[in-house]
């Protein structure tokens, strides 16, 4: 896994061992940075089920302002905060571990909206609409912020979600890629 564009073009994330932690592949990272171009520079980003990081990070090489990273596993938690360091991103970031499924309250005094939401949870556990949910009760988005959901083909996505409006969706391989906006 590496870095594919902007400041830390080339650099090498480190790896996670085992089955814990499915990190998005370069192709299907690069394509979501294509689609998103204009949105990154500036951004405030949040990247929940974050696992090693490289979607916030290749935000952050590409622009972005800052970036909360956010889940659960100690083992994701460790592989975040080594990533950030070889990275030298620390005073550009923040890890929150925390258990998403519950809710999102730990973003409830986060003084500056997200504009960019990276939300790639594991796969045919049902997590999507109920993280949604979650960051609508927290207040943590800013009015037009753009999502990208990863998400299994049995983890579709209703076309109509109550404050999101799709604008996109792709698929690679295996894997969808939605894009939402936060309609407030």
């Not at 500056?112 to 796969?123: G, H, M, N, V």
Request: glycine share 6%; net charge positive; proline share 6%.
């Amino acid at each position: 896994m590496r870095v594919i564009s902007g400041t830390l073009r080339g650099k090498k994330l480190h790896p996670f061992q085992g089955k814990g932690i499915r990190p998005t592949s370069d192709r299907t990272r690069e394509a979501i940075f294509n689609i998103l171009s204009d949105r990154v520079p500036d951004a405030i980003v949040l990247d929940l089920f974050a696992g090693s990081g490289a979607l916030g990070i290749e935000a952050l090489s590409r622009g972005a302002d800052m970036a909360t990273f956010i889940d659960m596993a100690p083992a994701a938690v460790s592989l975040l905060d080594k990533n950030l360091r070889a990275c030298f991103l620390e005073n550009r970031t923040h890890i929150i571990p925390w258990d998403i499924e519950q809710n999102l309250d730990c973003l409830q005094s986060h003084d500056r909206p997200y504009t960019l939401i990276f939300i790639d949870p594991p796969y045919h556990k049902g997590l999507l609409l109920p993280t949604l949910s979650h960051l609508k009760k927290c207040k943590a988005l800013a009015p037009g912020a753009c999502l990208v959901l990863e998400h299994g083909a049995v983890d579709e996505l209703p076309l109509a979600i109550a404050d999101f409006r799709r604008m996109d969706q792709r698929r690679y391989g295996k894997t969808l890629v939605s894009f939402l906006s936060y309609m407030v």
